[in-house]
């Protein structure tokens, strides 16, 4: 500390901003190329008389990795409130590493028995883990760090990273598709975008290593141990933890039903195959693009309006949205709707990252969004894709999508309504 007592500002760099985001990216591009991959993963290590019931062991391997997220959250979340932002960034992504290795790696079932599946439901917990732990500190990094004029573009950074991942991603799974035989794909090329990732692990771990640490002891409470930085936030935080959790469900709900258009223009539209990957695609432009548009109006307008307009304007433009593309399914349709959707839910969901770790203290700052992010996406996303297949399987009525995320718009809308603006709140210690 300088010895008038005001803590140091630090310039963040591009790499840190790199360095930060990384982990988020890593986790969509994880989930869009297993989702890809599923069929031929499901045949490696859930072998079944029906390919159905492979396929689902497969994507239940998958959703597994949600079960340990909120943990991730509660312990690494308050590991970096406790010892500092860096070494919990540091722990995420090598477990995050460690966990995708594993899954890249392990045999056959063909080849080493039931220890193949046991193998790839422990990466699956292994990732869940790591990612739940991860936002809260890299988000909590950001907004500390950058200049308090700009707070709101810099942490638009964690939503935008999460669209360039499926960019990636789809591109790698489509080059392979033409590059390869069904055979080689299915024997070894599915392991490749996996390997890919991996080894973007050491260079996320090096520029990490030199990314300035802005834990600072005599500013932030310091808690003796994790457990008293959970019953902090809890017991002094409880109201904003709410709010933000109904905040991050709304876009997490959007962001689901957004993934699975790809099943659903392939399900429910009979759409080809290439159609509903171009909606995929357009998902993670929008994401890309209008993310960091909603931090930059965030900064220069204010966080609530910018949050709750385009969250309004889903819950208005969700159901004709859907209705246009049941009744005249073709591409134009689709990916107008996929465009709008996305972009709405983009700008607003940039904002709140930027608006809930605002809201909290820097003693509680990572846990309280790791914790918040973590249930959020275990318990909403998690079962919004089984939600809506279930409703549309129960109804017939190929709107039950539209329907899911209008109650859930509507409800974040409101919790956004009762927060409190942060715009030109000075951080508090």
């Known amino acids: 500390m300088h010895a008038s007592g005001k803590v140091p500002v630090i310039s963040i760099s591009r790499n840190a901003i790199l360095a930060v985001v990384l982990g988020n990216m890593l986790e969509f591009y994880d989930f869009t190329v297993y989702a890809f991959f599923a069929v031929m993963i499901g045949r490696q290590f859930f072998p079944a008389q029906d390919p159905l019931v492979s396929l689902l062991l497969s994507v239940g391997a998958f959703g597994i990795g949600f079960v340990t997220r909120p943990l991730g959250g509660f312990l690494i979340g308050a590991y970096a409130d406790r010892s500092g932002r860096k070494p919990a960034m540091l722990l995420t992504i090598g477990l995050m590493g460690t966990g995708m290795l594993l899954l890249a790696l392990t045999p056959s079932y063909a080849t080493i028995g039931v220890a193949a599946p046991l193998l790839v439901v422990l990466a699956r917990l292994l990732q869940g883990f790591a990612l739940g732990g991860e936002v809260g500190p890299a988000t909590a990094f950001l907004i500390e760090t950058c200049p308090p004029a700009q707070r709101g573009y810099y942490a638009s950074w964690q939503l935008a990273s999460q669209g360039v991942a499926p960019l990636i991603a789809g591109t790698v799974g489509v080059t392979l598709s033409a590059v ?46 994790i457990g008293r930085v959970l019953l902090s936030l809890l017991a002094n935080h409880l109201r904003p933890v709410i709010l933000a959790l109904l905040v991050i469900m709304a876009g997490t709900i959007s962001t689901y039903i957004l993934s699975y258009m790809t099943t659903y223009a392939i399900t429910t539209l009979r759409m080809p195959d290439r159609v509903s990957i171009a909606a995929t695609l357009v998902v993670g432009l929008c994401t890309l693009i209008f993310s960091l548009v909603g931090g930059l109006l965030a900064d220069r307008i204010g966080r609530k309006p910018i949050m709750i307009i385009p969250r309004i304007a889903v819950v208005v433009l969700a159901y004709p949205a859907f209705l246009m593309t049941a009744e005249a399914p073709t591409s134009a349709t689709l990916l107008l709707m996929t465009a709008l959707l996305a972009m709405l839910n983009a700008i607003s969901g940039a904002v709140s990252l930027v608006m809930i770790p605002e809201s909290l203290p820097k003693s509680v700052r990572s846990t309280g969004v790791s914790v918040v992010y973590g249930v959020s996406v275990t318990v909403f996303g998690g079962t919004t894709q089984l939600a809506i297949t279930g409703l549309i399987g129960a109804t017939g009525n190929p709107l039950a999508p539209a329907w899911y995320m209008i109650g859930s718009s509507l409800i974040g809308a409101i919790a956004m309504l009762m927060m409190t603006e942060t715009q030109d709140r000075v951080l508090a210690k």
Do not use: C, K
């Open 180 to 225: 390869l035989t069904p055979e080689a794909l299915e024997a070894w090329g599915w392991r490749i975008p996996f390997l890919l990732g991996v080894a973007i692990i050491p260079i996320g771990l090096y520029i990490r290593r030199y990314i300035p640490e802005i834990f600072d002891q005599n500013a932030t409470t310091i808690h003796s141990s």
